[in-house]
């Protein structure tokens, strides 16, 4: 057999293995999708929709270099980290440009990487390369800076350089220092350190025991290269609660912390995003592609979207740690990144996605579609349970198969005690778990309603089987037995 012919057949064979993985939506991008339970991509209608692409900024501007941070305000002004200019900039809604920021306390910025800007407009740079944290007024005075602690408390392992930031309802920041595995440091209001929240460690690993007891020297060095999960972005709501992705894990790569550094989101031990599905073709083979979340974009119902760097895909999930849709992806054309590092949601809804290759900013519109689901879920969460069984049936109507609307129909269902309706909810979304959780309720209103009739039931068969015993003793006797 020729070559090319064995090439052509081997072709053939991976476009097959490919196809039966879930390739075709990966590939083809022709549709939002969500995941089966077995990780099968099921096709979903259209979430969001491209609305622009924002590359040039005007003259005074020019163009980005290597950007790395994005926040949006309430009244939807739009603040840049423009790194490899070493710059911060404010844009208004209609993208004209508002200050730009080059200097602090007298000292050029250096690499910023991250932004907060709190209720009043204050902007908060992390310096990275000044090692610093500085604060500037809404009309681009300094204010103050925050650096190392003087703490016996603080590693001095690690150097002070702040790459993500948030502050919290009582005015502390919280800070993502580089390669810092401690969780995030802590300053107050006057730079003292308040101490280390949520730490990030290597999982146990049995085999890592067993290199430890018999690998040579050089495999243990190659051991003890392994890096730990690192916290890549976090947001932190009014209520004080605490949204974070971290990297380098493939599980818990979303999680929800507590004002003292607990998990308590609902879906712990789980992974987010896909390990399957998503592929690069290699010389010698396939290349599966791992999720590597790098920021997050939380609305003020808890609808949470992350964005994925190695994709390029945005996953949209709930408060409860439900997939709701997932779009986007790599190219080169709208609606596509390269290297996207930042996500970010305005006050209407809308997604903007920062790209650091290209400089460009790609804001995504919800559809129709996506906003009825999110009014669903608001619903929901108010305690409005049996209207929130509306929205749900309408969305059905446009798609049949999204199996998010069958098991937010019967979470609503279970509220208000319809277990029979809500069994057949979640059979319809082949939810397992929520079907077996209204069987349940089921068997015990059963109970409930029967207990009395069936506790009769059962003392007139226990007085039956006695009455039966003491017979067949009695003929026993008399036989003599």
């Known amino acids: 057999m020729g070559r090319s012919r064995k090439r052509w057949i081997m072709g053939l064979v991976l476009l097959g293995i490919l196809a039966g993985a879930g390739w075709p939506a990966a590939a083809m991008g022709a549709s939002d999708y969500i995941l089966a339970p077995n990780g099968r991509r099921v096709p979903v209608a259209k979430t969001y929709t491209l609305d622009r692409v924002q590359i040039f900024f005007g003259k005074e501007v020019g163009p980005l270099a290597s950007p790395s941070h994005m926040v949006i305000d309430r009244e939807d002004n739009i603040y840049l980290a423009d790194s490899g200019n070493n710059r911060v900039l404010k844009f208004n809604a209609d993208w004209e440009i508002q200050l730009v920021i080059t200097e602090a306390d007298g000292r050029p910025l250096r690499n910023p990487q991250g932004l907060y800007v709190d209720e009043y407009g204050y902007i908060f740079i992390a310096d990275t390369d000044n090692n610093r944290i500085v604060n500037i007024a809404p009309t681009g005075e300094y204010v103050e800076s925050f650096v190392k602690p003087e703490s016996a408390l603080y590693d001095s392992r690690y150097a002070f350089r702040p790459m993500r930031l948030s502050i919290d309802p009582v005015g502390q920041i919280y800070m993502i220092n580089l390669e810092d595995y401690h969780g995030f440091v802590i300053l107050d209001a006057e730079n003292n350190f308040r101490g280390y929240v949520a ?283």
């Open 199 to 481: 730490p990030t460690r290597l999982p146990y690993s049995f085999l890592d025991k067993l290199i430890e007891y018999f690998a040579t020297p050089e495999q243990k060095e190659r051991l003890a290269k392994r890096m730990p999960p690192i916290h890549s972005s976090l947001s932190i709501c009014e209520r004080g609660t605490i949204y974070s992705t971290t990297r380098r894990t493939g599980i818990d790569q979303l999680k929800r912390f507590s004002n003292i550094g607990v998990n308590i989101f609902p879906k712990q031990g789980s992974s987010f995003g896909e390990t399957r599905g998503d592929y690069v073709l290699r010389r010698f083979g396939v290349e599966v592609l791992e999720p590597d979340f790098v920021d997050l974009a939380v609305d003020p119902m808890g609808v949470i979207s992350l964005l994925d760097r190695t994709t390029g895909k945005v996953y949209q999930y709930d408060n409860d740690g439900m997939l709701l849709g997932v779009f986007a992806g790599k190219g080169t054309w709208g609606g596509k990144f390269i290297s996207p590092v930042s996500i970010a949601q305005d006050s209407r809804g809308a997604l903007h996605v920062l790209d650091s290759h290209s400089g460009a900013i790609h804001v995504f519109q919800p559809t129709a579609f996506i906003r009825k689901v999110h009014d669903a879920l608001a619903l929901y969460y108010a305690g409005k349970y049996e209207e929130a069984v509306g929205p749900w049936q309408e969305i059905l109507a446009i798609d049949p198969n999204y199996s998010v609307a069958h098991i937010g129909m019967g979470k609503a269902y279970m509220k208000q005690e319809r277990w029979q309706e809500a069994m057949d909810a979640y059979k319809a979304a082949d939810d397992r778990t929520g079907y077996s959780a209204a069987f349940r309720e089921i068997r015990k209103a059963f109970f409930r309603q029967y207990f009395g009739l069936l506790l009769l039931l059962a003392m007139v068969l226990l007085a039956g089987a006695a009455r039966g015993f003491v017979l067949l003793r009695k003929a026993q006797r008399s036989q003599g037995i």
